[in-house]
């Protein structure tokens, strides 16, 4: 029985071990296949479905911020711009774009000037001071135009001249200053916005003579092409010498003044179409200043200017076919300072509470390729019941190795005509020559005379360095007398003068810049000096190796300004006697700036003339001896 037994487990065993193993049947696999509950039932704890909802609504709120982000920071078509001359300098030195300005530690117009050979600049004071320029002792040899329109000196106390006060480099974005042989023409193109994200600006700063300035700025674009522009200044300095760090007040002081600044601007513009409406005003109340015994004192000031302009335009004149139509206004106010010039057969009284305006109408068409360009421009002006036309063609042919220009302008406010010729030449790469002629020729009622001015330079690079000089030759010329800074009014005449020129602009080592401009007449004449040096060294670096995405840079510069005795014009002698010509003292000034940006946050730090030597650009008038100031300057994309 028990052999029965065995046998029957064996046989079922022994059967098993003849099948083949795949050929067995494997275990069948069970999948849970979840049914849809009904409607209206809840499977899920309620915790976490108000997970999965706040996630939800995270990210569709984090998609929504992209796309307004996206939609909101659009560029949009680009308001008008003036025709902007054409370059035939050895370097692009004389050309400013708006952080160029605003980094260039220039208080004013007269800051940048300097850079000119043969540009003389006088100041009596610090900020709120008078501030004028001349070229070849001529003031009216430097015209400015604010987006294609002129710079009227309407003011009759100014007899003709610009006070450089009134000129707000903090609205600009770009300066170009064109360096003809016989004047310089300042091309000024104020403040504009793109993006439709809000931008605003805020710059604060202090420093001695009790120095407060504080500055607004706001622009915004909308989606529909239409802009908004704000801006406002306030800046007051004290009469004493106050020092910005001790507070300690020294009994030699300066007077100065007030200066407000305004702007304003609203405009739209769509594909190559675009409109608006420009508005700045300027007012100013400045403290007498008190000449040394036997000089001319500057009187008090108390008044206010207004330009304004209506623009439409067509094109780009950066290229192809272009047009524009403006009309401007300007209105000066002198208010209660009592008589500035005194009564003389050319020369009338100035009158308390003085109120001066002019119109000027303004129609410009070109065309401009990257090998010629030509543009035509006519001035209307209304003067004493006459309207005054001055109409000017520009025109330019060639490349970046060789091109030649062309403008000239009919008769104009001053009643003069005016033809200069340009050309620049570089045959190779380390090698530039320029030309430049220009001829003027007044209308025989004002008096002048014509003159012709020739001007050529040559450049040699020098590493990353250009270095060149040259000549120039001026004619016979007769000009007024700046009676704005206290000579009385006449006449002037200059006799033929021929200066030599030097310069040096350049990378001198790695971000180590050099700039030196030096200009020595034959002799010195009324208002000009017979020798003028400035030298500049700067350091401006974005230091990319430790900051790569461009979050910090520095700005370091020192300039030193040399230039012989200015002679001035004082009055004839009686009977055979030498006029009476009075020389200022030679200036030797040497000014320091430090800037640190951080972001979008800009540091800075100013000491004009370090040496605290005194010196004076207006005979009689002692400059501060030296002047700190120091701030911040803030922009925001909002």
């Given at each position: ?6 046998a ?6 022994l ?12 275990d ?6 979840p049914v849809?509950p ?5 499977t ?8 999965d ?10 998609t ?15 308001l008008a711009?003036?025709?902007?001359p054409?370059?035939f300098?050895?370097s ?5 774009s708006?952080?160029?300005i605003?980094?260039s ?6 800051d940048l ?7 003389t600049?006088y100041?009596s ?39 450089l ?11 170009v200053?064109e ?16 993006r439709?994200?809000?931008?605003t ?11 407060n ?30 020092n ?5 007040e020294s ?5 100065d ?12 513009s769509?594909?190559r ?34 330009d ?5 335009g ?10 524009q ?10 208010e209660g300072?009592?008589?500035a ?11 308390t ?6 119109t000027?109408q303004?129609v ?14 006519d001035?209307a ?23 030649i220009?062309?403008?000239?302008e009919e008769?104009g406010?001053?009643?003069t ?7 620049r030449a570089q ?8 030309g430049?002629?220009?001829?003027r020729?007044?209308?025989s009622?004002?008096g002048?005379?014509s ?8 450049a ?10 040259g000549?120039?030759?001026?004619n ?11 000579t ?6 200059s006799?033929?003068?021929q200066?030599?020129l030097v ?22 004449q009324?208002n ?7 030298t ?15 979050e ?5 510069r ?11 014009f004082?009055?004839a ?30 540091l800075?730090y100013?000491?004009?003339?370090l040496?605290?030597g ?15 100031t ?9």
């Amino acid at each position: 029985m028990v052999v029965s037994l065995l046998a029957a487990i064996a046989v079922p065993v022994l059967a098993s071990a003849q099948v083949r193993p795949d050929s067995v049947r494997k275990d069948t696999v069970l999948v849970s296949v979840p049914v849809p509950p009904s409607s209206g039932v809840d499977t899920l704890p309620k915790r976490q479905i108000a997970s999965d909802s706040a996630v939800t609504a995270r990210e569709i709120a984090r998609t929504d911020s992209i796309r307004r982000a996206i939609a909101g920071d659009t560029i949009k078509a680009p308001l008008a711009r003036f025709e902007r001359p054409d370059d035939f300098e050895t370097s692009p030195r004389l050309r400013f774009s708006r952080e160029e300005i605003l980094s260039s530690g220039a208080v004013n117009l007269a800051d940048l000037l300097d850079r000119i050979p043969g540009v003389t600049t006088y100041r009596s004071g610090w900020i709120a001071g008078v501030h004028a320029a001349s070229f070849a002792g001529d003031t009216r040899r430097i015209r400015l135009f604010v987006d294609g329109i002129e710079m009227d000196a309407i003011e009759p106390r100014n007899g003709g001249t610009i006070d450089l006060t009134d000129v707000q480099l903090w609205t600009l974005d770009e300066l170009v200053v064109e360096r003809a042989a016989g004047e310089v023409r300042v091309w000024m193109r104020t403040w504009t916005v793109e993006r439709t994200t809000p931008y605003t600006r805020a710059d604060i700063s202090t420093g001695d003579l009790n120095t407060n300035a504080f500055r607004g700025l706001f622009a915004r674009r909308w989606r529909n092409g239409a802009l908004l522009q704000l801006g406002g200044q306030q800046v007051a300095t004290q009469s004493g010498r106050v020092n910005a760090f001790t507070g300690a007040e020294s009994a030699a002081g300066r007077g100065d003044g007030t200066v407000q600044g305004f702007m304003a601007r609203i405009g739209w513009s769509r594909r190559r179409v675009s409109v608006d409406l420009f508005a700045n005003a300027t007012s100013r109340e400045r403290d007498p200043h008190t000449a040394r015994e036997d000089f001319t004192d500057l009187p008090a000031y108390k008044g206010a200017r207004r330009d304004a302009y209506l623009r439409l335009g067509y094109g780009d004149t950066l290229r192809g076919f272009w047009t524009q139509a403006m009309v401007g206004v300007v209105r000066t106010r002198l208010e209660g300072i009592g008589e500035a010039v005194a009564a003389t057969d050319s020369t009338p009284a100035v009158v308390t509470d003085t109120i001066r305006g002019r119109t000027q109408q303004l129609v410009a068409a070109g065309y401009r390729t990257t090998r010629w360009s030509v543009s035509l421009t006519d001035r209307a002006r209304p003067i004493n019941g006459s309207m005054l036309h001055a109409p000017a063609i520009r025109g330019r042919l060639g490349g970046s190795r060789y091109a030649i220009g062309a403008f000239a302008e009919e008769d104009g406010a001053d009643s003069t005509r005016r033809v200069d010729l340009s050309a620049r030449a570089q045959p190779f790469s380390w090698l530039i020559l320029t030309g430049a002629q220009s001829t003027r020729t007044p209308d025989s009622a004002t008096g002048r005379v014509s003159g012709n001015t020739v001007r050529a330079e040559a450049a040699l690079r020098v590493g990353r360095l250009w270095v060149g000089g040259g000549v120039i030759r001026d004619n016979t010329n007769r000009f007024e007398s700046p009676v704005i800074l206290g000579t009385p009014a006449a006449v002037l005449s200059s006799v033929a003068a021929q200066g030599v020129l030097v310069s040096a602009a350049g990378r001198l080592y790695k971000d180590v810049r050099l700039d030196v401009q030096a200009i020595r007449w034959d002799a010195s004449q009324y208002n000009r000096p017979q020798m003028h040096v400035r030298t500049e060294i700067a350091l401006i670096s974005d230091w990319r190796r430790k900051f790569p995405r461009g979050e910090f840079s520095i700005n370091a510069r020192i300039w030193h300004e040399l230039r012989d005795g200015v002679p001035f014009f004082y009055g004839a002698a009686a009977g055979s006697a030498p006029a009476d010509v009075r020389i200022t003292e030679r200036a030797n000034v040497v000014t320091g700036l430090l800037e640190l940006r951080i972001q979008r946050a800009t540091l800075f730090y100013q000491y004009r003339n370090l040496t605290g030597g005194a010196y004076e650009q207006i005979r009689g008038i002692t400059m501060p001896p030296a002047v700190q100031t120091y701030g911040v300057r803030w922009e925001f994309w909002n």
